[in-house]
């Protein structure tokens, strides 16, 4: 997802977001959250163009509306992690309400890690809401485990999993 794709979306010009990645976007505007991230995440784009390779992927659903099922991706570079380490990666996604429970995340996580495998990473950190039960099903099955917390500002107390090759 470009810088281009995003502000497209945060200034609600949705046909060309759409345009951009030749998808079809669901209805709504973002909420205050995920307008929050959207620009957090052209933020750290224009400061850094490379860091784009790291940041979110749209989840597309292979069929012919090509429907924007969500979005999945690190939260930046090796390094930038809730654990501290130098050399890990931290995975992030988010499914929209009308699409969960198919499968479509742990689907996009597992790609990543492989992807940032074929990099020559091979430790991953995740953050997830002590309640967010859907999400800890995912981590769990694919191996994380768990190794501290942390407080996030946006999300509050999270639990910080952690998953080595």
């Given at each position: 997802?470009?810088?281009?794709?995003?502000?497209?979306?945060?200034?609600?010009?949705?046909?060309?977001?759409?345009?951009?990645?030749?998808?079809?976007?669901?209805?709504?505007?973002?909420?205050?959250?995920?307008?929050?991230?959207?620009?957090?995440?052209?933020?750290?784009?224009?400061?850094?163009?490379?860091?784009?390779?790291?940041?979110?992927?749209?989840?597309?659903?292979?069929?012919?509306?090509?429907?924007?099922?969500?979005?999945?991706?690190?939260?930046?570079?090796?390094?930038?992690?809730?654990?501290g380490?130098?050399?890990?990666?931290?995975?992030?996604?988010?499914?929209?309400?009308?699409?969960?429970?198919?499968g479509?995340?742990?689907?996009?996580?597992?790609?990543?890690?492989?992807?940032?495998?074929?990099?020559?990473?091979?430790?991953?950190?995740?953050?997830?809401?002590?309640d967010?039960?859907?999400?800890?099903?995912?981590?769990?099955?694919?191996?994380?485990?768990?190794?501290?917390?942390?407080?996030?500002?946006?999300?509050?107390?999270?639990?910080?999993?952690?998953?080595?090759?």
């Amino acid at each position: 997802m470009s810088p281009a794709f995003m502000e497209a979306i945060l200034e609600d010009r949705g046909s060309e977001a759409e345009e951009l990645l030749g998808l079809a976007l669901p209805n709504g505007k973002p909420d205050s959250h995920d307008e929050r991230w959207l620009r957090h995440r052209v933020d750290q784009m224009r400061r850094d163009p490379e860091v784009q390779k790291w940041l979110s992927r749209a989840l597309v659903v292979r069929e012919q509306e090509r429907v924007m099922v969500g979005s999945a991706g690190f939260h930046g570079q090796p390094g930038v992690n809730s654990a501290g380490h130098a050399m890990a990666l931290e995975v992030g996604y988010g499914i929209f309400p009308e699409h969960r429970r198919q499968g479509y995340a742990t689907e996009a996580v597992t790609a990543l890690l492989e992807w940032a495998r074929q990099q020559g990473i091979d430790h991953f950190v995740a953050s997830v809401a002590p309640d967010n039960e859907p999400s800890l099903a995912i981590i769990h099955r694919l191996g994380f485990v768990r190794t501290g917390e942390h407080w996030d500002d946006d999300d509050g107390l999270e639990h910080v999993f952690e998953l080595e090759a």
